[in-house]
């Protein structure tokens, strides 16, 4: 859950509580409630039963925390090393793989290369032929233009002249 959402949620059951009639109405019993708990005498031994478990415990707690402490600079160095052996080994398969990516790139363009040259020389080859078969339709047809008009003025100097 989305935890502004959550905190919304709260502040507005919070202001109903406190800012209505019913809610403040509520809130006195809620409250009622709460203060008849804590104060019933079961809770009461309980509270009391904790507290004195709690200063029992406290020289034992220090104790284990204190020998904590003094193990923890060795225990962080150990960590240390440990995250650094990672860091070290997962940099070094980093740059194992981003090289063997860039050779597969490299031989990838190295072909893709390769092929627009040969669609190139071909398109070249293929426009040529074209522009042969252009040209050597043109050249014929300037020739019978060419035979067609000397025929033409062939034809003018056989008439008699009047």
Known sequence: MNPRLLLLGIGLGIGYVLGTRDGRARYDAMKAKVTALWEDP????ARDDVQEFARQQAPIIRERAEAVA????????????DVADKVST???DVAAKASATAKDVKEKVADTA????????KAAS???????????GAVN????????VMDLVD???????I
């Open 42 to 45: 079961r809770v009461a031994k």
């Open 70 to 81: 003094k193990a923890t600079p060795g225990v962080v160095r150990d960590t240390a090393k």
């Open 90 to 92: 997962t940099a070094k």
């Open 114 to 121: 390769s092929d627009v040259r040969d669609q190139a020389k």
């Open 126 to 136: 293929d426009l040529r032929s074209r522009g042969d078969s252009v040209v050597d």
């Open 141 to 148: 047809a300037v020739g019978e233009a060419r035979d067609r």
């Open 155 to 161: 034809d003018d100097e056989d008439e008699p002249t």
